[in-house]
Nanobody, 122 residues
Framework: VHLVLSWLGFVQDGGSLRLFCSAF????????MSWFRQASGKEREFVAR????????YYAGSVKDRFTISRDNAKNTVYLEMNSLKPEDTAVYYC????????????????WGQGTQVTVSS
């Protein structure tokens, strides 16, 4: 599966942004979808995950109650709604797909989007 990211929104401290990740190729609904991010000089970290049909979601503690992951299998797209953004949310954001892995280890994911820079200005 090929993943392509895009985003929409004005990014400032306390603001909101929505990321999109569209999938091309094999059936989107057969993949667990996750978001990761990597700040400059830091290791890639898990952000959020959603299961195949969207029935199960899981978040990193740093974004819980601020970010929402969702998916639309009819549109082959996964979303990350980010609210109450902080400068420390600044990072390159990636979507990732895997048919079975439910963990947080980025090395276990089979497919990755190209990454998109999110900068939250203070």
């Amino acid at each position: 599966v090929h993943l392509v990211l895009s985003w929409l929104g004005f990014v400032q401290d306390g603001g909101s942004l929505r990321l999109f990740c569209s999938a091309f190729g094999r059936s989107f609904s057969t993949y667990i979808m996750s978001w990761f991010r990597q700040a400059s000089g830091k290791e890639r970290e898990f952000v959020a995950r959603i299961t195949w049909s969207g029935g199960g979601t899981y978040y990193a503690g740093s974004v819980k109650d601020r970010f929402t992951i969702s998916r639309d299998n009819a549109k082959n797209t996964v979303y990350l709604e980010m609210n109450s953004l902080k400068p420390e949310d600044t990072a390159v954001y990636y979507c990732a797909a895997d048919p079975v892995y439910l963990g947080r280890d980025y090395s276990e994911y089979d497919y990755w989007g190209q990454g998109t820079q999110v900068t939250v200005s203070s």
